[in-house]
């Protein structure tokens, strides 16, 4: 046994010393000069001349090499370190089958609970959560959800998880789509069902988050305001990453809740990729995850959490800092494809003066207010005011932690405001809303609870019906103002697919489409759905080619306009023949365009 243990620790040593020595090559290869490379590269291939290697093909790998080397030279650390590395590998898989255990036991126990009521409420407004996003699941493609698909999902992994050339590419949510459309096909709800997913488990999630804040009550009516929350509805019902950014921080949360009462590897690990997996969809990820290490800082701080201040910290301090590695690793292919530089010019293009900082931000907070509340009658939302207001005033009544989590969350999002000094879409603010609605929720159940004693034994039965009729209700307005089909949010463009299959039965083979801004990436997806040659919208026109025109109009575009950007004319006396009126474009036959003479 003693040489068989000598025999595989002599094994590993060596396996050690040739990895790192292959790193200390790699290393010291990326930084030589490329006159040097490429003699050595000439010299090996087996023509003399190795013609794929230039200068442009050193830039795309010099990245890749130096990681590939700086990975393998950590084996030399992990090496030395290998004893400490079992043990907290043992640790850890100890604490996943402990915690495992425990979440066992407890959705046990929920099943088994005498209070029959509660739970099936819950299980009801989970239903009407699914039905709610399921009706606006088919809607027509918007403009984001499309040219996402078209430029990054649609394509190869390699190309869609590296090229971050706009922000609007959310790397993971990337990646599911991908899959789901490599899967299931291309249709709309299955693009969708990412996003879709992830907003009918923000219910859930929801509820878990609120109850360990506020308690089993709060937490139900909590599920039922997010079920019927009109703008969750929407952007869970579209291909983007926001939803699945709200469900991250709420499950962050939920976990710090968690962690402040028991010191579990296990839970730490998995809120670090919960965190590195937010930052990969949208970097915006870094004000949720500061609000909730400024909260768990908070805690610590006011000595509130079982587990000793100082351990917390530390536990934290490590978490935070495996998080931000992880999320760095993740970004590096596309920060290698395309370039830091272009990053840096994306966020100082959306600074903003002093001067205009405080106005332009309190529009944007009346707009988040006005679209957080939007298809809630008016005295319902005095209702939800006054359930927010209650539950600061009755904090210690309603709450099971000492610092009040919404307060912190503020406080950091303005931090983080007047730092980067930049004004976010509005959209951002989405993974703010189940937080407020949780918060309303436990000031409804508080001033419900003053009144509780004379419920009786029928509280629990109150507060189901109580819930289940406030998300049916709320979400029958939702369906009859059906806001989240007319919302502009993303680049509406309805009648995309009524044209690309009218195209698809008027179109010649030498006929173009001449379309820009928000009409353009859905038109390029209903023609490639429906089968119309992606050619037709290429702008290769001459005098005989006869042209058809999609002018958006709520984008106040013109005829003018889009023949400007294709720098295309009309000689006088050619007159262009409207031949369609929609709800949002018109659209114009023409023939004799010429190039532009300014072009």
């Known amino acids: 046994m003693r040489s068989r243990s000598t025999f595989g620790r002599g094994c590993l040593l060596l396996i050690t010393v040739l990895a790192a020595s292959l790193g200390a090559v790699l290393l010291v290869l990326s930084f030589l000069p490329f006159g040097t490379l490429k003699s050595g590269a000439d010299w090996l291939a087996s023509g003399g001349s190795a013609e794929f290697f230039d200068r442009a093909f050193l830039r795309r790998i010099v990245n890749v090499v130096r990681l590939a080397a700086a990975l393998l030279l950590c084996s030399v650390p992990l090496y030395l370190g ?17 915690l495992a255990r425990d979440v066992v036991r407890s959705l046990r126990a929920s099943v088994a609970t005498r209070d029959r009521a509660h739970l099936v409420g819950f299980c009801a407004i989970i239903l009407v959560a699914i039905v709610l996003r399921l009706c606006f699941l088919w809607q027509p493609m918007r403009y984001d959800e499309a040219f996402t698909f078209q430029h990054y999902a649609s394509r190869p992994l390699t190309q869609g998880l590296t090229d971050y050339s706009y922000v609007n590419n959310h790397l993971f949510h990337t990646l599911q789509v991908h899959v789901a459309y490599r899967v299931l096909g291309n249709r709309p709800w299955v693009l969708r069902l ?13 509820y878990l988050a609120v109850r360990a804040l506020y308690g089993k009550q709060a937490a139900l009516l909590a599920a039922a305001l997010v079920a019927a929350s009109s703008r969750l509805i929407e952007f869970s019902a579209l291909a983007r990453g926001y939803s699945l950014l709200c469900l991250i921080f709420v499950l962050m949360l939920a976990l710090a809740t968690f962690l402040k009462r028991r010191r579990e590897p296990a839970a ?4 670090a990729v919960l965190a590195a997996l937010g930052f990969w969809t949208i970097p915006f990820m870094i004000y ?57 010019r994306m966020l100082a293009s959306t600074r903003v003066s002093w001067s205009r900082l ?17 298809d809630i009658p008016v005295a319902v939302r005095a209702v939800f005011v006054a359930g927010f207001i209650a ?14 989590v919404v307060i912190v969350v503020v406080l950091v999002c303005l931090i983080g405001l007047l730092v980067q000094r930049a004004l976010p879409r509005t959209r951002c603010w989405l993974f703010l809303l189940p937080l407020y609605l949780g918060v309303v929720a436990a000031g409804l159940s508080g001033l419900i609870g003053l009144v509780e004693a004379r419920l009786g034994r029928h509280t629990s039965t109150i507060y189901a019906v109580f819930g289940l009729v406030l998300s049916v209700g709320l979400g029958v307005g939702v369906l009859c103002q059906r806001s989240v089909y007319y ?27 001449l379309a820009v801004g928000t009409p353009r990436p859905s038109l390029e997806y209903y023609f490639d759905l429906h089968g119309v040659p992606l050619d037709h919208l290429r702008a290769d026109v001459t005098p005989d080619t006869r042209v058809y025109i999609v002018v958006g109009q709520p984008r106040n575009q013109t005829l003018a306009g889009v023949l400007d950007k294709y720098r295309l004319s009309a000689p006088e006396g050619v007159e262009p023949e409207p031949i369609g009126h929609y709800e949002s474009s018109v659209l114009y036959r023409m023939t004799g365009l010429r190039r532009s003479e300014t072009e």
């Open 391 to 404: 539950s600061l005033v009755l904090h210690r009544r309603v709450a099971s932690h000492r610092v009040p």
């Open 487 to 513: 919302s502009t949010d993303g680049g509406a463009f309805r009648e995309a697919e009524e044209l690309a299959l009218f195209f698809k039965d008027e179109l010649r083979p030498s006929d173009k489409v």
């Open 194 to 206: 990412p996003a879709f997913l992830a907003g009918v488990l923000l219910v859930p999630a929801s």
């Open 288 to 344: 949720p995850f500061a609000a909730v290490i400024a909260w768990l800082v908070a805690s610590a701080a006011f000595k509130d959490a079982s587990v000793g201040g100082a351990r917390l910290l530390k536990d934290l301090l490590v978490t935070a800092a495996v998080a931000v590695l992880l999320a760095f690793l993740l970004y590096v292919p596309a920060l290698h494809f395309t370039g830091v530089g272009a990053v840096k």
């Open 358 to 374: 405080a106005p332009e931000l309190l529009a944007s907070f009346h707009t988040v207010w006005l679209e957080w509340h939007r």
């Open 82 to 98: 290998r004893r400490h590395v079992g043990r907290f590998l043992r640790d850890l898989g100890t604490s996943f089958s402990s």
């Open 268 to 271: 730490w690990a998995v809120f």
